[in-house]
């Protein structure tokens, strides 16, 4: 069982950064991929950007690609989110989930364990 606390959300202007972090607890964080999910208002849940176990390989939707960095530190049991130039279309709730799988795992029904959510808002 993994469980997954994401923080560093918040409200930012247009243009601007922040810096999510999702922290999970276990002894066995690597050997899953990560990845980061967000969910607009009144909108599906869309994938934004996974990562390799080893956090060799990642993989971002086109819409976040140039702006967002995702990354993982296994010997802290954390994947980041890095989220430059801010959209108002990126406000959402985001989540990060970790996968079985491999790499480039972008379906939601690939994941089988997820966080609560953190609420980005991004002012025009």
């Known amino acids: 069982q993994v469980q997954l606390v994401e923080s560093g959300g918040g409200l930012v202007q247009a243009g601007g950064s922040l810096r999510l972090s999702c922290a999970a607890s276990g002894r066995t964080f690597s050997r899953y991929a990560m990845g980061w999910f967000r969910q607009p208002p009144g909108k599906e849940r869309e994938f934004v950007a996974t990562?390799?176990?080893?956090?060799?390989?990642?993989y971002y939707v086109d819409s976040v690609k140039e702006r967002f960095t995702i990354s993982r530190d296994n010997a802290k049991n954390t994947v980041y989110l890095q989220m430059n130039s801010l959209e108002p279309e990126d406000t959402a709730v985001y989540y990060c989930a970790g996968s079985r799988g491999e790499t480039r795992v972008i379906h939601t029904y690939e994941y089988d364990y997820w966080g609560q959510g953190t609420q980005v808002t991004v002012s025009s």
């Open positions: 990562i390799s176990r080893s956090g060799g390989s990642t």
